[in-house]
């Protein structure tokens, strides 16, 4: 174990993507997780962290009443507790400021559910769909300090189908961030940051 990276899982929601993480470092893989960290004590992420036996911890956001310096303040201290050697935002729904992302520069990755520089922010499939885009997906990034932007690790495309909507779309990509997270978290563990590309 020791000469595996530890890596720090920030999720917001059900953590689908964290799970897809969490069940790829094993074996000769070069990372395992040390921690599962929400700004949601009720995130369904934090339940499923715990069964599989991973250490949680979770800082609510909303004390700091729109605070982000304080909130970003408490929510560092147990990642750096942790040891972590990489985080990974995985549906992680608080913007961070250039100060929270110094800490971890050059080894925090996030997923974003379209095909990056398109479409940053929210609501990116109804945003593609609205567009007429014939194509649509995810991609995997290095955090800067700017809002979904940073070097581009990875990217998984899925065609737009008639009668797509958000949602559906959304259940299709989904399926594709699962496969290309952890393939890009296994690569930029081992040190090798080139992108990689997916068809879905
Ligand atoms: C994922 O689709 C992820 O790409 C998106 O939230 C969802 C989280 O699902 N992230 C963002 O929109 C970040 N801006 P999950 O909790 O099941 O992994």
New binding site residues.
Partial sequence: MSDKKKVAIL????????VALVESMQGDHPARPCLVLSNDAEAG?LKKAAAAGIATAAVDHRPFKGDRAAFEAELVKPILESGADIVC?????RVLTAGFVGHFQGRML????SLLPKYK??H?HARALEAGDSEHG?TVHEVTPAL?DGPILGQARVPVLAGDTAETL?AR??VQ?HRLYPEVLRRFAGGDRSPVYLQG
């Avoid at 935002?89 to 729904?93: D, E, I």
């Fill in positions: 999720v917001s929601g059900g953590g689908s993507n964290m992420g935002l995985a549906g992680f729904m996030n997923i974003h559910p922010g929210l990116t995810c979904d959304a990509i989904l961030e």
